[in-house]
């Protein structure tokens, strides 16, 4: 797509550095009072008063993280600020500000860039977070970007993956699994294009794995509706390699069990149909996918009254004594106990 010959190729070195990094930010704006300075110093100066800071980082590596054969720029940008956020939300906090680097080979034109910032640019303002720099510099081969966000967050509301406590509950936001399947669809249709670049694929059946894959939006809703209802987890997480590996670090920091009820676990529609197309099994999707970007929590049983019923949050389990281990209860009412898999696991099915 980078390659196509109809579109126009400004090279990178026609606007040299400083008026590349100008190019690519002047339409942001700063919104935020904590953000003092943004773009253009040797650093950014912000003002959180006495609030607390959370910071978090993510690097990506093309051929590693993401593939542009059927990863669009604007979505790459725009999905690498959620990684991001939904760190930030992991922790109880608002987002505020992220920074951006970037190093590019001399493959990728102005217009790839300019592509890849309207998506980060789409992201700031979808949730209000302010771009306030970054670094900019070449690569031998291929992109790589880092995003680091910063938010804030009141003393004593940040939420830990270490203080889970025996009979808490276990609970997830939307649903899992279709960010995973949205990368076998869209590696299949790879496949096919190689074969026959004049194919049209059909992928109406998919919409929403492909969107699960290509725009995850991170939970920032959850964190608000939490507070709204009053409920403040007793550990979170965000699920980015997938439920098992995310179950598995809140119980090992917290030293407790969990058992997590394989039919409690919310699947989409799309996610229950394609695992049939494609002879996986939703449950080890779910398990082992990665990339959902939900909230995976645990509460006081007390606070249950307080979501039940609530349509965006699903109990899947609940927190056990250490010396019970970490379980799935099967639809056979059998336990398993939960391993560390995700994506290799999967990938040798
Ligand atoms: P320095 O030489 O001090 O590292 P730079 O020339 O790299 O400064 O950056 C100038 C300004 O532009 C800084 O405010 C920096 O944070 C910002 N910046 C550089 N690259 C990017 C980028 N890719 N995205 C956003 N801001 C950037
Ligand atoms: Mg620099």
Redesign the pocket.
């Known amino acids: 797509m980078i390659e196509d010959k109809n579109q126009p190729r400004t090279s990178l070195s026609e606007l040299g550095?400083f008026g590349l990094i100008d190019h690519l930010t002047k339409n942001f704006k700063i919104n935020h009072n904590s953000t003092i300075k943004g773009v253009g110093d040797d650093g950014a100066i912000l003002n959180f008063s006495n609030r607390q800071i959370v910071v978090t980082t993510d690097l990506l590596v093309e051929g590693v993280h993401f593939d542009l054969s059927y990863m669009p720029l604007k979505h790459l940008g725009y999905k690498a600020v959620m990684v991001n956020l939904s760190d930030v939300y992991a922790m109880n906090g608002a987002a505020t500000q992220i920074t951006v680097?970037i190093a590019v080979s001399n493959r990728f034109p102005l217009e790839a860039l300019e592509e890849l910032y309207e998506g980060i640019f789409a992201a700031c303002e979808a949730y209000n977070v302010d771009l306030i720099g970054?670094?900019?510099?070449s690569s031998t081969k291929g992109l790589l970007i880092s995003i680091t966000a910063i938010g804030e967050v009141e003393k004593g509301k940040a939420v830990y993956r270490n203080t889970a406590k025996q009979n808490d509950l276990l609970v997830v936001s939307g649903d899992l699994g279709g960010a995973y399947l949205g990368l076998q669809v869209l590696e299949r249709e790879k496949q096919v294009f190689e074969v026959n670049p004049n194919s049209q694929p059909d992928l109406t059946d998919y919409t929403y794995l492909i969107e699960r894959q290509l725009k995850p939006e991170a939970r920032k809703d959850i964190v608000k509706l939490l507070k709204e209802l009053e409920v403040k987890p007793t550990a979170m997480i965000d699920i980015s390699d997938g439920l098992s590996s995310e179950i598995l670090h809140i119980c090992k920091q917290s030293k407790v069990g969990c058992n997590l009820y394989e039919e409690k676990i919310p699947l989409d529609q799309q996610v229950i149909s394609t695992c049939e197309e494609f002879d996986l099994n939703s449950t080890t999707v779910a398990l082992s996918g990665g990339e959902d970007y939900e909230l995976l929590f645990t509460i006081s049983p007390n606070d249950f009254p307080k979501i039940k019923g609530n349509p965006h949050l699903t109990v899947i389990g609940h927190i056990t004594e250490e010396s019970e281990g970490v379980n799935l209860v099967t639809r056979a009412n059998q336990k398993v106990a939960l391993t560390a898999q995700g994506w290799n696991a999967l990938n040798k099915n």
């Open positions: 550095e680097s970054g670094d900019t510099t």
